[in-house]
Structure formats: C-alpha cells, structure tokens
C-alpha cells in the first residue's frame, strides 16, 4: 500500500447552474443569481425558493433507458460522462477489473418514490412501476456507472448526509492507495428537490424564509437558512504515474483526505467544531502539510446560523494567517449529498484559474462571526496553490479534501 497524492485527470458537472463544468464555473464568477425552479412541484410545502437542473442538453446524455431514470441516476451519469471524455479515457478499452466507482448519495430517488407513491395512493399495488427500485435504491447510480462503462472493480455508495460527495472522492484515493484500483470514478449527486424532503427541512428550520433568488447568504449578517437545491459532480482519479505514463493532464491531485464523526447530536453541528478540526487535521498530516501551507478555503457554508457559525470559529482558529474564503453554495444553493464532490471541482478549477469565485449575495458578514477574509462582491485573483474544502452533514459527519494544482 503506497499512501501519495492521487491524479485527477477528468471533471463532470450537472447543477442548476448548468449542465457542465464551464458553464456552472462561468456564473459561479459571475456570480449571478440563479432563477427559482419549478413551484409547483413544492405547492403546500411553504418553500419559497428551491434551485432545479436544467434540461441537459440534446444528446447530452445518450443510450437507452437513459431518460427514463431517476434525476439523482441521470445526473450522475452525465457529470461522469463529461469527466471521462476530459481524462481521455476510453471505457470501451479499459480493463473494467482496475477501475472502481464511488459515490456520495444522501437520498437516493426521492422524486421516483414520490411519484410511485402517488401511484399507489390513486389506484392501488397494481399501478406501481416494477422499476421503483432499480430507479430509487440509493446505490443505483453507482450501478448504472458501472454498467454503462463496463466497469466490474469495486462499486461502493457512501450515504454521509451532506458530507457523502467528499467522501466518495476521499475513498476513491484510499481504493487507489491501496494498489486496488487503476482507476476510480468518484462522484457525488443528490435530487432531493421533492416535497416531503422539502416540507422535513422547512419543518426543522433549515430552510431560507426569504423568497427572492438571494436567499442563499453564507456568512451573512441575515443569513437564516439554506435554500435547497440538485445536481451531481463526478472526478477521474489515477495514480500520478499512470496518467503520466499515458499522457494526461493533470487537472490538479487530491493531497489528502480526512473524515470523522461528531457523535454530538442527529442534526446540529458540535458547537466547538472538534470532529470538523479532527477532519482537517486527518487531511493535514496525510497531505504531510501544516495549517499555514492552506492558501485558500472552500467552505461548506450553507448559509445557516448555526453551520455557518461553528465553521467560522473553526477556520479563524485553526488558520490565523487568514487564508481567503469563498462558499459556493450562495449562488448554487444546498445540493446535499452531492455538495462535497461539486465543490472540490470547483476549487480545483479555482486553483487552476487563479480566480476564487465571491460568495453570491452575502453583502454584509455578521459581525458576531470571527472576522475571516471572505471573498466578496466579485471574483478575486489570487496565486494559491493548495486549497481546503470542507463538507459537513447530519449525523455528526465530517469531511476534509487537500487539493493542489
């Protein structure tokens, strides 16, 4: 077993920001507000503003059976699409034996058990589909990956609540460091945008009251919830030496990987932020860096008072050198279980750039937070080379990637 920095030679994105990388990437920078999704699906649920993918483009997606899956399906197979055509890859070629799938999923087909539901309700057993579970059962979408690429190495699902796209890539470099796998795919995706999941976050609080597509405020002095939203991110991760054997780019390495458990309470961060630490710290000594070589943080900062609250104590005692800070859910809002996996693609294209992305609609920082050098009011140049993003969920679970570009 070799314990190294893993190769990522390939990136995937499908988010309400658009239905691939450069286009979620160019608004992210733009940072302009993303219009509502579709209400009537969330009508007497009480949510004012929830974020929707948009249709993926024509032939986008091909094969059959394709269009007729669940979201959180469809979109992780397009966001590993577009991953394996930038790693050069060809799936039709491979030896399917060396290449291992992982990913973050928090939900699983919630609108195809909504709708099978409904089924039910209206006509009886009958009327239910015999492809509820192939389109609902949360491990599912690792394996339409492995079916549609001939993959036949591991295929593993991490449910980590918000934290499972984060730890589907950290699991994917541990299958590589273990010498089990050529190849892994690691993706994250969630489509929970369906009204019980809904009305469960609005009737716990953690939803945004505000209605205007501003609602998602991380940092904020008004912050006041998340606003829920879609979407799936997907990475190609190689051991350096293999992808430089057979002439790929580097888009950028996973340094090193942290996870822990809180073991605090079901759904409310540890208010010391000692688990979260212990992540980072985790990534920290794998990555064989201290705290000062982090340049740059992608914070989870999903515009709740609490979350937001912790991760800033967290970041301002951990990184008194004030490291800048960026949070892509203001403009994407709360992906859940796919959050971790597309936010570590855009801190890579972030290092990549030299532009970190402001947070979307935070105008003013609360001033009971810790003061933390936030990237406002628009992009910023910047001359980082080693990145922290950070990812937290329900459960008590945290998450922390190293990246370099």
């Known amino acids: 077993m070799t314990d190294g920095p893993v190769a990522i030679t390939g990136t995937g994105l499908v988010t309400p920001a658009g239905t691939d990388t450069d286009s979620t990437w160019d608004a992210l920078c733009e940072a302009r507000s993303l ?20 249709p993926l483009r024509p032939g986008q997606l091909k094969g059959r059976g394709t269009a ?17 055509a930038a790693s050069g890859l060809d799936s039709g070629s491979w030896d399917g034996s060396r290449v291992g799938v992982v990913v973050g999923c928090g939900l699983g087909g919630t609108t195809t058990l909504h709708e099978q539901h409904e089924r039910l309700a209206r006509g009886g057993p009958g009327i239910v589909s015999p492809y509820l579970h192939p389109r609902s059962l949360i491990n599912m979408a690792a394996g339409a990956v492995s079916l ?45 945008v369906t009204p019980v999941v809904v009305s469960g976050f609005a009737r716990m609080g953690a939803l945004s009251a505000q209605k205007g597509p501003d609602a998602s405020r991380p940092f904020a002095a008004d912050r006041d919830g998340f606003v829920i939203s879609e979407g799936a991110a ?46 980072v710290r985790q990534a920290l000594e794998q990555a064989h860096l201290s705290p000062a070589d982090v340049q740059t943080v992608n914070a989870h900062g999903t515009s709740t ?43 890579l294209r972030s290092l990549r750039t ?31 080379t080693v990145a922290l993003s950070t990812s937290f969920g329900f459960g008590g679970s945290n998450c922390a990637l190293l990246l370099d570009a």
């Open 305 to 347: 008072p609490a979350n937001d609250l912790t991760e800033s104590r967290l970041i301002a005692r951990l990184f008194p050198h004030g490291p800048s800070v960026t949070a892509n859910k203001g403009l994407l809002g709360h992906t859940l279980g796919a959050a971790g996996a597309i936010e570590a693609v855009l801190t």
């Open 234 to 279: 997907a990475v190609v991760m190689e051991k350096p030496a293999k992808a430089r054997a057979r002439g790929a780019e580097v888009l950028g390495r996973l340094l090193g990987y942290g996870s822990t458990s809180d073991a605090h309470h079901p759904t409310a961060p540890h208010p010391d932020g000692a688990g979260a630490e212990a992540a």
């Open 354 to 384: 030299g532009i970190l992305p402001p947070i979307a609609h935070t105008e003013r920082p609360d001033p009971e937070l810790p003061e933390l050098d936030l990237v406002l009011g628009g992009a910023r140049r910047h001359g980082a």
């Open 35 to 54: 219009e509502s999704g579709d209400p009537e699906p969330l009508e007497g649920t009480g949510v004012r503003h929830s974020l929707r993918v948009p």
């Open 148 to 192: 549609r690429h001939g993959i036949t190495g591991p295929s593993h699902t991490v449910v980590a609540a918000c934290a499972s796209g984060a730890v589907a890539l950290g699991l994917g470099k541990t299958l590589l460091d273990a010498g089990l796998c050529d190849t892994v795919i690691a993706c994250g995706t969630d489509a929970g």
């Open 68 to 84: 007729r899956t669940d979201p959180f399906i469809r979109f992780a197979l397009a966001a590993v699409d577009e991953a394996l």
